[in-house]
Nanobody, 125 residues
Framework: QVHLVESGGGLVQPGGSLRLSCAAS????????TGWFRQAPGKEREALLC????????YYTDSVKGRFTISRDVAANTVYLQMNSLKPEDTAVYFC??????????????????WGQGTQVTVSS
């Protein structure tokens, strides 16, 4: 059974950085594409970016390009989200998700089969 656990969220000042982790169990993270998503209060969940099994990154939100990167540690079976130059508008619950696919979707979608529980990121001074 696929199980994902996010960690690494917290309170950070504007301009700061955080690295979120998405630890996978029940499957090998390198076998399926994994995406990161976020949901701010009162807003719909949005797709941010995705990493394919061939290590290609697809961005779905222009506001995170150049600031957020996704990577994978095969040995740790973990996918990371490195977030730099954080802004107050990045405040949200961040989720990772995976599905039985090798390539990332061509456009933004939350149609992924397995989700973690989310981790809160708050950007505030």
């Amino acid at each position: 059974q696929v199980h994902l656990v996010e960690s690494g969220g917290g309170l950070v000042q504007p301009g700061g950085s955080l690295r979120l982790s998405c630890a996978a169990s029940g499957f090998t993270a390198t076998y399926f594409a994994t995406g990161w998503f976020r949901q701010a209060p009162g807003k719909e969940r949005e797709a941010l970016l995705c990493l394919s099994t061939s290590d290609l990154t697809t961005y779905y939100t222009d506001s995170v390009k150049g600031r957020f990167t996704i990577s994978r540690d095969v040995a740790a079976n973990t996918v990371y989200l490195q977030m730099n130059s954080l802004k107050p508008e990045d405040t949200a619950v961040y989720f990772c998700a995976t599905d039985h696919r090798y390539d990332c979707p061509g456009g933004p979608t939350t149609d992924f089969g397995s989700w973690g529980q989310g981790t809160q990121v708050t950007v505030s001074s």
